[in-house]
């Protein structure tokens, strides 16, 4: 059980300005991009950081979330958090890259877990 990385979490509404700025600023090239359809979203990851694309409704539900961590096994990571105090806020799901899940920690921090696909 290993999170392999941990992504800032950047809330746009133009994703093609946001892209350019970072990979600016960061001199590194954007990594990973896909639409996320089912919620009319946008995302795209330059280094640590992840941005997500869309409108403020479109937003909304995943503003409070505070991080993502990437890992290797999201379901340890379910049942340690769980066995830990933590409760699900969207459970377990498939997604255009891999599988995810949202997670309030017992300190009140709202993380998104994702593993991705092989």
């Known amino acids: ?3 392999k990385q941990i992504l800032n979490r ?4 133009d994703i093609e300005q946001s892209i350019e700025f970072y990979e600016k600023i960061l001199n590194e090239k954007c990594t990973l991009r896909f639409k996320y359809s089912q919620v009319n979203l946008k995302l795209a990851q330059i280094g640590n950081i992840l941005i997500l694309a869309g409108s403020d409704d479109s937003l909304k539900s995943f503003r409070d979330t505070q991080a993502t961590f990437l890992v290797d096994s999201i379901i340890e990571f379910k049942d340690f958090l769980l066995s830990n105090g933590a ?3 969207r459970d377990l799901k498939e997604v255009p890259t891999c599988m995810n899940m949202t997670i309030k920690h017992l300190d009140g921090t709202i993380v998104e877990y994702v593993e991705h696909k092989k």
């Open 87 to 89: 409760t699900i806020i």
């Open 1 to 3: 059980m290993k999170i």
């Open 10 to 13: 950047f809330y746009v509404h």
